[in-house]
């Protein structure tokens, strides 16, 4: 027999009534809570409460009205009234109220080489990488010049808006961030003479003339030995000059290898 304001539980073998929200009393008999008289209600100070079976309804003194601007959102004050505004950031009637995404609708003072990031209610302006400032105004970073970059020590940094890059120097190949020693004298890629002999240096190449020439390795000529006398002819022998080196031959009336010759 649970009261026409109870709520009827089923129990194994009976039941259980329990009075609804509003009413008091063991299930069985329910009274009316004056919620108006116990003060367990949410009227405005300036209201009215005013019990009703079950609940309560709220009506606002003369001279007052119904608030409900939105909590983004300023109330203002009129004659007999009020109006309700959003507040910066956000847009709607002053009693609905959403947050503009500025990011999405342009509206903001983000630097161009920067990240809008949306909040609530307004943004935040983060500088790309390889810029730095407040977001508003971002300069580029020179990371030739800061060392902030991973060029190879063989290698020039070069700055770009933003970024850099990175060339091997002459004589090294590699993609900027790794250059290893181009060996000209193996490649070919070099101006020694024909006659001289190529030796490779880090990054470069040294041209040594070969004997028997003089000169700066790129251009080489004949040293002739038997003008010179850096030669080891014997005395009764005749030096021939050759490209290169030379040719000993014995007198006539000598006989030898031209480096010695007997009579």
């Known amino acids: 027999t649970c009261d026409?304001?109870?709520?009827?539980?089923?129990?194994?073998?009976?039941y259980?009534?329990?009075?609804n929200p509003g009413f008091s009393g063991d299930g069985r008999e329910c009274t009316d809570i004056d919620e108006c008289v116990t003060g367990d209600h949410t009227c405005d100070k300036n209201a009215k409460c005013n019990n009703t079976i079950g609940s309560y309804h709220c009506t606002c003194n003369p001279g007052f009205r119904d608030h409900t601007c939105?909590?983004?959102a300023k109330c203002n004050n009129t004659i007999g009234s009020y109006h309700c505004m959003c507040n910066p950031g956000f847009s709607g009637d002053?009693?609905?109220c959403t947050d503009i995404d500025e990011c999405v609708t342009g509206d903001h003072t983000c630097d161009k080489n920067a990240k809008c990031n949306n909040t609530i209610g307004s943004y935040h302006c983060t500088c790309n990488p390889g810029f730095s400032g407040d977001g508003r105004?971002?300069?580029?970073?020179?990371?030739c010049v800061t060392g902030d970059h991973t060029c190879d020590k063989?290698?020039?940094?070069?700055?770009?808006?933003g970024s850099y890059h990175c060339m091997c120097n002459p004589g090294f190949s590699g993609d900027g961030r790794e250059c290893t020693d181009i060996d000209e004298c193996v490649t070919g890629d070099h101006t020694c003479d024909k006659n001289a002999k190529c030796n490779n240096t880090i990054g470069s190449y040294h041209c040594t003339c070969n004997p028997g020439f003089s000169g700066d390795g790129r251009n080489c000529t004949d040293i002739d030995e038997c003008v010179t006398g850096d030669h080891t002819c014997d005395k009764n022998a005749k030096?021939?000059?050759t490209i290169?080196?030379?040719h000993c031959m014995c007198n006539p009336g000598f006989s030898g290898d031209g480096r010695e010759c007997t009579d």
């Open 94 to 96: 002053g009693r609905n």
């Open 239 to 241: 030096c021939n000059n």
């Open 16 to 19: 259980h009534c329990m009075c």
């Open 70 to 72: 939105d909590k983004n």
């Open 154 to 161: 063989n290698a020039k940094c070069n700055n770009t808006i």
């Open 244 to 246: 290169g080196s030379y």
């Open 4 to 14: 026409k304001n109870a709520k009827c539980n089923n129990t194994i073998g009976s």
């Open 137 to 143: 105004n971002c300069t580029d970073i020179d990371e």
